[in-house]
């Protein structure tokens, strides 16, 4: 990716997509330096590294009145812990870079001056490392019916390493609507035997998921998302990004 303007950042903060209603948003994470000088460091300061952390931090437009508005969201999350995902400035396509952490909704503030369009800001914590993957389902295809979705080559994952996945659900319809989904590995673009990974609760509602695995080697280099949907006119939309880390 060449240099870029932003645009079009796209963020999901456990089931709301903050995207129209936001205009910044920043992205940091650190190492706590620890030092480590003494006699022996030839008049240097010495460091190692300590506990890593990072912050996802935001502002925008307010808005209430439903589940899918800031307002609503920001008041439930506030003081929980949930996938937050957010795009380089590249969409949320299949495959784009997507940046996601398990986070802490730390703190929320609204309003502002007589006139202005009414603000609001918020930060969250990271609870889990931050990772840097790929966006694995688009949030704009609504999907009605069991299916697979498209395979990426994220690659395999190393002992003691983890594959990360977290799952938007963003927009649901029909009468008992449920939605399954899971992450899938496999050797080839195939999925000819597909092994599956991680397997999210069933959700019903709008809401978010962050799951990983266990620190097993895991030496396939496909991985794909996988959803089961049943209900009577069932109707999901939802993001999900993959990483390892």
């Known amino acids: 990716m060449s240099k870029t303007v932003l645009l079009n950042v796209r963020t999901f903060a456990v089931g709301v997509d903050l ?24 008049g240097y300061k010495e460091v190692v590294g300590g506990l890593a952390s990072a912050e996802i931090s935001g502002e925008g437009q307010w808005e209430a009145g439903d589940v899918t508005k800031v307002d609503n969201a920001a008041w439930a999350q506030l003081g929980g812990v949930g996938p937050w995902s957010v795009s380089a400035n590249n969409g949320a396509a299949v495959g784009d870079l997507a940046y996601f952490t398990n986070a802490l909704r730390a703190d929320y503030k609204l309003f502002g001056e007589v006139g202005a369009v009414a603000p609001w800001t918020s930060s969250a914590k990271s609870a ?77 509602a709008v809401g978010g998921q962050i799951l990983r695995t266990d620190g097993t080697a895991i030496t396939d280099t496909w991985w794909r998302v996988a ?6 006119t069932p109707s999901f939309l939802f993001a999900a990004s993959l990483g390892t880390g």
Not at 19 to 42: C, D, H, Q, R
């Open 227 to 232: 959803w089961t949907i049943s209900g009577t």
């Open 128 to 204: 889990w490392p931050l990772v840097r993957g790929q966006f694995a389902h688009p949030p704009g295809t609504a999907r009605t019916a069991t299916g697979t979705g498209t395979g990426l080559q994220v690659g395999a994952v190393a002992l003691n390493k983890r594959m990360y996945a977290a799952l938007h659900v963003l927009s649901v319809a029909g009468t008992t609507p449920s939605i399954t989904a899971r992450v899938e590995s496999s050797v080839d673009n195939t999925f000819a035997s597909p092994t599956t990974r991680l397997t999210f609760t069933a959700a019903t």
């Open 19 to 42: 995207t129209g209603v936001s205009n910044k948003i920043e992205l940091s994470s650190e190492v706590e330096v620890k030092a480590t000088t003494n006699y022996g460091s030839s």
